[in-house]
């Protein structure tokens, strides 16, 4: 095997606890305030917390890395088994070379808004 220009990683899509609120609205509200259309409405869900009493968190789906490899072809192979064996869907795992355009636009997925200078 040769060389490879760089490192690949592999990507899952998560979902990962972002935040409690008291209200299911103000959840929403967060959630729009913090990540415009940076993500879909399919992104994020609002749930009962489930450690009790009366708040509701938010959960957004967003891309984290599991793993990286020196050639892409172990890349894929042990992605591909990851998917296989956690039954996860093909378009939640994603390989990608390290610093590529591609792993830009994943880590970018759902990154909060920059708010507005006042």
């Known amino acids: 095997m040769s060389e490879t220009r760089s490192t690949w990683r592999f990507y899952v899509k998560q979902w990962l606890l972002d935040s409690r609120h008291d209200s299911q609205e103000q959840a929403l509200a967060h959630a729009h305030e913090q990540y415009g259309d940076r993500l879909t409405e399919a992104e994020m869900r609002v749930e009962p917390d489930d450690l ?14 599991i ?17 296989e064996d956690f039954d996860i869907a093909e378009e939640d795992c994603q390989v990608v070379e390290r610093n ?19």
Do not use: I, M, N
Request: glycine letters at 8%.
């Open 52 to 65: 009790g009493g009366p708040t509701w968190v938010l959960w957004t789906s967003r891309w984290g890395v």
């Open 67 to 83: 793993a990286e490899w020196k050639y892409e072809d172990y890349a894929r192979f042990w992605a591909k088994a990851f998917c």
């Open 100 to 118: 590529s355009r591609a792993e830009h636009e994943l880590t970018q997925h759902g990154v909060l808004k920059v708010a507005a200078p006042k």
